[in-house]
């Protein structure tokens, strides 16, 4: 990493009081935060109000300074942690701003878990503004949101697709805002590709499959959760199994690092003894938690990386794979797109707008060599009475067994090249999927918010006569 990016000495660096899930810990939101801070240090003094269910450490304070410092080339860093259970309360928040007087609050995760924040955000941003780096997974555009992203000053959006959407659901309240376009950003250090030869990969080769030939490998990398579609991606590589004659199936086989049965998902040997139960279908289960290493191992191992998930915000496990040179068959949805690289018209990266908020239709066709899209053929609104509406966009598995067969008709080099290809666009100035661009892109939002931010009003006038209707103002049909 460079730390020389945009350094400041530490008596002149803004604080920053992020909370989110605790940056120790291994969840996706916990590696993004984490990430940020790493590449940041050298410009902020970070605060972690770092959450959990029940967090063991609540009411404790951690200096991970040091830590900080070995992870990055700093000597400086100030790097604060405040574990709490849930992501803390009002009061809570009001005692530690007084304690630590942060510059500004960031948020990281659902704006659900944040509504007792959001409540009091009148009193906090008279002194200090509110980011949020936010993601939403799918359309039409979540106007029981608004109020939410009312109380931020800058907005942050993960995908294009969430950027697009801040922006409708906020109209003319977003007229003050600040939007940017934040995409996840990983270690590309901790996720590379190997040569095909190493000795450890064969090794970890042979210690996965024993003495059987294997010469296709298929990756799924997720948890057992409904909108993931696990089933349907079983039966997608049943159906690509089913048009090679046997002795090249027998050669086949997907590797799912997943939860087996899940009360949100479902009971996934079930589904195997249905569709995948005769020797030479090969599916093997990976339920142990792995470290970097082991991770990197199994997406150099797998010659396509897959996730139909119904409606994803980001699909970090395709990061990974793209990081690690293995192509990508995705679902069309989300901010999957993304990472997909489709070119609209113009030949230009495509940037969703209320007259195409997404490209599930197939609209654009053009996209990176590394992926493989498997295009909706389903939309469907799902709802809950938090999340009233949302696209469902189901694919067929049939589509995706397609994509299976056109990759396995290549050979390991041909698909090899086109995950290097990945990678490189990857980790390149446009897309800057790593930690590096991502704390760039950071701190660039941040210090533009100072320049610009103006404290809330003490008093604000609202003509109760007048309703704003929530009414959809992006097209459902393009």
């Known amino acids: 990493m460079n730390s020389s990016f945009a350094y400041l000495p530490p008596e002149e660096r803004k604080k920053i009081m992020l909370i989110t899930d605790d940056i120790r810990v291994h969840s996706g939101v916990a590696t993004v935060g984490r990430e940020i801070v790493i590449h940041t240090a050298q410009h902020f003094n ?19 300074s040091e830590d900080t410092n070995k992870n990055t080339q700093l000597t400086d860093s100030s ?49 200090i503004p509110i980011v949020y780096l936010n993601i939403w997974d799918d359309y039409p555009a979540p106007l029981y949101n608004k109020a939410f992203y009312e109380a931020c000053d800058l907005l942050m959006g993960i995908s294009k697709q969430t950027v697009n959407i801040n922006k409708i659901v ?15 950003g990983l270690n590309h250090e901790l996720y590379y590709p190997l040569d ?29 959760i409904r909108r993931k579609q696990i089933p349907d991606t079983l039966l997608a590589y049943r159906y690509f ?12 086989a997907f590797i799912l690092h997943t939860e087996v049965v899940s009360e949100h998902g479902t009971d996934l040997n079930a589904v195997k003894e249905l569709l995948l139960n005769e020797s030479h279908h090969n599916v093997f289960f990976s339920t142990s938690k792995l470290d970097n290493k082991s991770l990197n191992l199994l997406y150099n191992l797998a010659d396509a990386q897959i996730l139909l998930t ?28 993304d990472q997909m690289r489709f070119e609209d018209e113009n030949g230009k990266w495509f940037t969703p707008s209320p007259e195409v908020p997404s490209n599930n239709t197939g609209r654009y066709k053009e996209h990176g060599e ?34 299976l067969l056109k990759l396995h008709s290549m050979t390991r080099e041909e698909r090899k090249a086109l995950g290097l290809k990945g990678r490189e666009w990857a980790i390149g ?15 660039e939002s941040i210090d533009e918010l100072f320049k610009t931010w103006t404290p809330r009003e003490k008093f604000e006038f609202i003509n109760t006569n007048e309703v704003e209707d929530r009414v959809n103002t992006h097209n459902l049909l393009y």
Not at 46 to 64: Q, S
Not at 170 to 184: E, I, N, R, S
Not at 243 to 250: D, H, I, R, W, Y
Not at 377 to 403: F, H, K, L, M, V
């Open 310 to 337: 119904s409606n994803e915000g980001w699909g970090l496990s395709i990061t990974e794979a793209m990081l690690a040179g293995t192509p990508i068959i995705a679902n069309v949805t989300g901010g999957m797109q």
């Open 79 to 127: 790097v604060i942690l405040y574990p709490v259970s849930g992501y803390g309360n009002a009061d809570l928040i009001r005692q530690l701003i007084e304690i630590e007087k942060p510059d500004a609050i960031m948020l990281i995760t659902d704006p659900r878990y944040f509504t007792w924040l959001f409540a009091i955000e009148n009193e906090i941003r008279k002194h």
């Open 429 to 443: 100035e446009e897309a800057g999927f790593t930690g590096e661009m991502q704390g760039k892109r950071v701190i």
């Open 46 to 64: 970070w605060v972690n109000v770092g959450g959990a269910v029940k967090h063991p450490d609540e009411g404790k304070r951690f200096d991970l």
């Open 170 to 184: 906020l109209g003319k309240a977003g007229d003050k805002k600040l939007f940017k376009y934040v995409p996840h």
């Open 241 to 252: 199994l089913d048009k090679l004659p046997k002795e090249k199936a027998a050669k086949c």
């Open 196 to 224: 095909p030869q190493d000795k450890e990969l064969k090794e970890f080769k042979s210690k996965v499959f024993g003495n059987k030939e294997i010469d296709f490998v298929l990756f799924f990398n997720s948890r057992n």
């Open 370 to 403: 590394w992926a493989f899209p498997v295009y909706p053929t389903n939309r469907s609104i799902q709802g809950s009475p938090q999340t009233p509406y949302i696209w469902d966009d189901r694919c067929r598995p049939e589509d995706a067994a397609e994509q």
